[in-house]
């Protein structure tokens, strides 16, 4: 079956430090892969997606690419803010023929805290 | 708010009471999606809908849950016999389906349980 597996966490940070949160995932076929964010009180929200080997997904100064030859996400920024403490999802849905599967395959979850 | 909608936010049960959840997607979107998240956990998987019809439904989806959407709009979330291993988040997502990857689910705030 398919899984998400994510670095453990959490991960505390100095605000201006580089941020890398690992990603690896199994899968049958051609996945798309999506980082959620969770703030605090607030619901899940899409921060990024990849639909396609080597795409690269970004918003709002993250980015992951999409690595079939190591089936792996990871989330990076270059200089994390206090706003951008919150919990971190990586996720996956499988494809089934050219419309997307649906149902998201979530990993654990990373705790990021970003000092000041 | 043009957003996914869930009510009521927090259910405080006793054990052995029936509950029951409604979530309110964005109104155009045909897919609709539970979730369960525990502590410390991802969201996983229940069910989904795409308009009137379930398509899908966990094997976490005991004999205890049902799922329904009506007309393709609102759906609603059982839980018979309510147990305590039930409390969590339950999370509702709806996305729109076209032909291609990467929908992205759209997730409400959630649905607190908590079952004494």
């Known amino acids: 079956g398919n899984s998400v597996t994510q670095m453990e966490g959490p991960v505390t940070l100095s605000e201006e430090a580089f941020l890398t949160i690992n990603c690896t995932y199994t899968a049958t076929g051609y996945p798309s892969l999506f980082w959620y964010v969770q703030y605090p009180g607030e619901g899940l929200q899409l921060l990024l997606k990849?639909?396609?080997?080597?795409d690269k997904g970004s918003n709002k100064g993250f980015e992951a690419t999409y690595r079939k030859e190591t089936t792996s996400f990871h989330l990076e920024k270059g200089s994390v803010q206090v706003s951008d403490s919150a919990v971190y999802f990586c996720a996956l849905s499988a494809h089934a023929g050219g419309t997307s599967y649906g149902k998201l395959t979530f990993g654990q979850g990373t705790i990021l805290t970003v000092h000041p | 708010d043009t957003g996914v909608s869930q009510d009521p936010r927090h259910k405080i049960t006793k054990r052995g009471q029936n509950v029951t959840f409604r979530c309110d997607p964005i109104?155009?979107?045909?897919?609709l999606y539970w979730y369960r998240q525990t502590l410390g956990q991802g969201p996983e998987f229940l069910t989904y809908?795409?308009?009137?019809?379930?398509?899908?439904k966990s094997r976490l989806l005991s004999d205890r849950f049902s799922a329904e959407r009506p007309k393709g709009s609102f759906s609603t979330l059982e839980i018979q016999r309510t147990e305590q291993g039930d409390s969590a988040m339950y999370l509702c997502?709806?996305?729109?389906?076209?032909?291609?990857?990467?929908?992205?689910?759209?997730f409400g705030p959630g649905t607190r349980l908590t079952v004494l």
């Open positions: 809908f795409q308009n009137e019809a379930q398509l899908e």
């Open positions: 990849a639909t396609k080997a080597d």
């Open positions: 109104s155009e979107h045909n897919r």
């Open positions: 997502a709806s996305s729109l389906v076209r032909q291609g990857p990467g929908d992205e689910q759209f």
